[in-house]
């Protein structure tokens, strides 16, 4: 049948052509949808309209491009909120002791993973406290070995850190952070830093010497508050040569160190943003120092909280998404807040691979 088409529409073209010419045009236009319509039987694919105002496929992928969902490239994940110590300014505080079962967070951390999570950060509350540091062990290695991450971070006080943890959970290490805020030992007793006979900076010096004996990079943290402002720290950071010292100015967070439900009140150690601005001056030669002002530290941050919930502080207080357990990371980061432009902004993504890093241990 297919065969006779051609034939068909060279015998309708020859009248056309002996019809005068003025009529020449009227006559094809029929025939071309004829023509169309007959091909389409045969199985061609007619061309379908573009309606006004679609965009080229091309085109519409770049536009569906700025509704992708937000990448969990770095994750703070506070699997604990109790703590040894009891800093005036705690932002994260011992509102529970829930602590998830170790394969639950292995299985939140994996959904992470999969969902582009490249570093993971665990805190607390102190993330030591808990099987002594075991079940903080055990996540880091499973994120290292079996998930692969380039990055596994921890923030600590240090105070519960015992070398037999690096010997056996070191190599799966990228970065330790420890939280000092002053080098005056009086100082820390009046932030909160104290425990007894212990010495916070003392302690400091000596895990310092185990991350460079067990290959872990050292990060110093720092909050600048009423009591420590007028400090000068510049010697002793660049004793110790960390690989970063972030120093955040005082945060208030409703519901955690500020209004009626919170179990800390640190309106007494906020300071301003001159006066933070003045630290940074004073110390602007170190070359590691990473500055986090209120501004840039808000939303600046995925924080999952003990149930694997993101908290968003957009509002300045913590509010919960449901925990990606339930509903996976994708729905439950859309609740998180998350400020992805202020997070580059703020150095967030750096070089925080020790394979990477080149640290002459």
């Known amino acids: 049948m297919w065969m006779l088409v051609p034939i068909a529409f060279a015998g309708k073209l020859l009248r056309a052509f002996q019809k005068p010419l003025s009529s020449l045009w009227s006559s094809l236009v029929p025939w071309f949808f004829w023509l169309r319509a007959v091909l389409w039987l045969a199985g061609g694919k007619s061309p379908q309209p573009r309606a006004r105002g679609l965009l080229p496929e091309s085109r519409a992928g770049a536009k569906e491009g700025l509704d992708q969902p937000t990448i969990p490239t770095s994750v703070n994940y506070h699997f604990t909120r109790q703590c040894n110590y009891k800093c005036g300014f705690c932002f994260h505080t011992a509102k529970t002791s829930f602590v998830l079962p170790l394969a639950e967070a292995k299985r939140g951390l994996r959904l992470l993973q999969e969902a582009g999570m490249e570093k993971i950060n665990f805190s ?12 903080l062990g055990k996540l880091v290695r499973f994120c290292k070995e079996e998930l692969g991450l380039p990055s596994v971070s921890i923030v600590s006080n240090g105070s519960l850190i015992r070398e037999h943890w690096f010997q056996n959970y070191g190599e799966y290490l990228d970065i330790l952070a420890i939280s000092c805020d002053s080098f005056d030992e009086q100082v820390n007793v009046l932030i909160g830093r104290g425990q007894g006979k212990k010495n916070h900076v003392e302690n400091l010096q000596k895990l310092r010497t185990w991350c460079r ?6 990060k110093i943290n720092s909050v600048i508050n009423r009591f420590n402002v007028d400090e000068d ?43 933070f601005e003045g630290f940074l001056d004073r110390h602007k030669e170190v070359s590691c120092l990473v500055p986090e002002s209120n501004q840039k530290m808000r939303d600046s941050y995925l924080i999952l909280d003990e149930y694997m919930r993101f908290l968003n502080c957009q509002n300045g207080r913590k509010d919960p998404s449901k925990s990606i357990l339930d509903v996976g990371v994708e729905e439950a980061i859309k609740f998180s807040g998350f400020d992805e432009k202020m997070f580059l902004k703020r150095g967030g993504k750096y070089v925080w691979s020790k394979a990477d890093l080149k640290l002459d241990w």
């Open 124 to 135: 607390g509350g102190e993330p030591f406290i808990h099987d002594r540091g075991e079940y």
């Open 213 to 218: 004996d067990y290959r872990v990079a050292f």
């Open 233 to 275: 720290m510049r010697e002793q950071i660049k004793a110790l040569n960390p690989v970063r010292w972030k120093v955040f100015q005082c945060l208030l967070i409703e519901g955690e160190n500020s209004g009626e439900d919170a179990l800390r009140e640190a309106q007494q150690f906020v300071i301003s943003d001159e006066e």
